[in-house]
């Protein structure tokens, strides 16, 4: 099992940046695809955007060109660099690791609201 930290979330003015960090422990084989989904009241949760262990990456189309998904391997952390947000980017965020047999993980979830 991994365990997932996250920090970061808060409220901020449309237009505004934040950046989540998740950081995860456990062993590091189980460590692999990592990503961040969230979650707005009354909707599913949703894919955000995911990060290989090689860099490889993928949005969703409502985020492209305004949040940037990256990873630091050596302290096992991955980030959510969050632009130019807006009302709509509101939702409770969660990091995510995938392990290679395709076990998911979660963490707690960090509250994101941006206020118009």
């Known amino acids: 099992q991994v365990q997932l930290v996250e920090s970061g979330g808060g409220l901020v003015q449309a237009g505004g940046s934040l950046r989540l960090s998740c950081a995860a422990s456990?062993?590091?084989?189980?460590?692999?695809?990592m990503g961040w989904y969230r979650q707005a009241p009354g909707k599913q949760r949703e894919l955000v955007a995911s990060i290989t262990r090689d860099g490889k990456t993928n949005y969703a189309d409502s985020v492209k060109g305004r949040f940037t998904i990256s990873r630091d391997n050596a302290k096992n952390t991955v980030y959510l660099q969050m632009s130019s947000l807006k009302p709509e980017d509101t939702a409770v965020y969660y990091c995510n690791n995938k392990a290679p047999w395709g076990q998911d993980s979660w963490g707690q979830g960090t509250q994101v609201t941006v206020s118009s």
């Open positions: 456990g062993s590091s084989f189980r460590i692999n695809v």
